[in-house]
């Protein structure tokens, strides 16, 4: 049986080809804008699964540590280490900012963590080259995104640091990447002011007659000195003992510390809910935008095919050709457009788009399976319109004009 699809196609091969790529391309966009939205909502997650924390301890009435601001006194963790169903609760400080290199600066989120061991909550869980923290001051690791390498000098503030250790995906929710220092220095970096902001406070102080009192010495002193630390640190980060329900040591909490407690599904309300819904919403709205416009196109395209062989088609017609088998041609045509364009798309989205993009793109199977599925629906949708306008034809006329 002759393939009269295949014959067309192979006849203007070129043209069907390229139009097919352009297709694809189009279709690529659509993917990895699917993709760029879901990537947003994974890095809010990947931020709460990476920190080992299943409750977030903050300032009272606040949404923080990443949504608002949150203070917190960082002796405040020790009467949580012996409340029941504790089995492990560290400070954590978070600070975004530009971190500077020779070569230039990157925008990162500066993570302070308390020292101890691997799989302390706040630590990243995992590195790829280099190893953890080991000293309580001017170490850091750092992922991967940042473009840091082992031994490589970085400054936070007035301070240089060592990157020791590299890890991957341990980004903010904002895709920023992070960077881990100890939380002494974390703490400093947050309220570090210049000299001449330092000379300016304490002249100020020591011309107030309330701290600057002749009978009583050293009180002067003492004041500069409570002003030249911070006792803060944004959070404190709990792990629940196997056993325990969190929603019951988080109301623990809540009770005798006077604090505000979110559990894991509370953190990840605010995260994709409240801090990432505008940004989110804005893409999902070009996602369908884009959509809806690349159907239109995908609909133009096959239409105008079809009407690019209309004198063919009437041809077909007066030598007596059934009208399923002109169907039939412009159904495989428009089939075949719409693999080649999903393919072509597929690949530019995984291999050309994806890579190069500078927020993290999460290309999920089921989104190309259901890409796959609306193309094929929006092909075959279109060919029937097309089909509708090329059985009306009447060959005398096409073949006349």
């Not at 604090?259 to 989110?280: D, F, H, N």
């Not at 457009?337 to 072509?344: D, M, P, Q, T």
Request: charged fraction near 20%; charge should be positive.
């Amino acid at each position: 049986m002759i393939s009269l699809a295949g014959r067309d196609i192979l006849h203007s091969w070129g043209k069907f080809v390229f139009t097919g790529i352009g297709l694809g391309l189009l279709i690529g966009i659509t993917l990895s804008m699917a993709g760029i939205y879901r990537g947003m909502v994974d890095d809010a997650k990947v931020l709460l699964d990476n920190s080992g924390a299943d409750l977030w301890v903050v300032q009272k009435d606040t949404l923080g540590p990443y949504a608002e601001s949150s203070s917190l006194y960082d002796d405040i963790w020790r009467g949580m280490q012996g409340m029941p169903g504790v089995e492990r609760a560290a400070n954590i400080t978070y600070l975004t900012m530009q971190v500077s290199k020779q070569d230039g600066d990157v925008r990162a989120m500066v993570t302070g963590v308390t020292s101890g061991e691997p799989g302390t909550p706040g630590w990243p869980p995992y590195l790829v080259a280099g190893r953890q923290i080991t000293r309580s001051h001017y170490e850091a690791v750092a992922d991967i995104a940042s473009g840091f390498k082992l031994g490589d000098r970085i400054q936070i503030r007035r301070n240089h640091y060592t990157i020791v250790g590299l890890t991957r995906r341990m980004v903010s929710s904002n895709g920023d990447p992070m960077v881990f220092i100890p939380l002494k220095d974390a703490q400093e970096a947050q309220f570090l002011k210049d000299n001449d902001a330092i000379r300016e406070q304490r002249r100020r102080t020591a011309e107030n007659p309330a701290f600057n009192r002749p009978g009583v010495p050293g009180l002067l002193d003492a004041v500069i000195a409570s002003q030249s630390t911070n006792p803060y640190v944004n959070a404190v980060l709990v792990r629940v003992e196997p056993g325990h329900a969190p929603e019951e040591v988080a109301e623990s909490i809540r009770r005798w510390k006077r604090l505000t407690v979110y559990t894991r599904s509370q953190m990840e309300e605010i995260l994709v809910g409240k801090l990432i819904a505008t940004s989110a919403r804005q893409i999902f709205m070009f996602l369908v935008i884009l959509s809806i416009v690349s159907s239109a196109i995908v609909a133009f395209i096959i239409y105008t095919l079809t009407l690019g062989k209309i004198r063919e088609i009437a041809v077909l017609k007066l030598i007596g050709t059934k009208n399923r088998t002109i169907v039939g041609l412009i159904m495989q045509q428009s089939i075949a457009l719409g693999l080649i364009g999903f393919v072509v798309g597929k690949i530019s989205a995984t291999l050309l788009m994806a890579p190069i993009f500078p927020k993290y793109v999460l290309l999920q199977p089921l989104d190309s399976v259901m890409g796959f599925i609306a193309v094929v629906m929006i092909c075959v949708l279109s060919s029937i319109i097309a089909i509708r306008a090329a059985l009306r034809v009447d060959p005398a006329e096409a073949i006349g004009g």
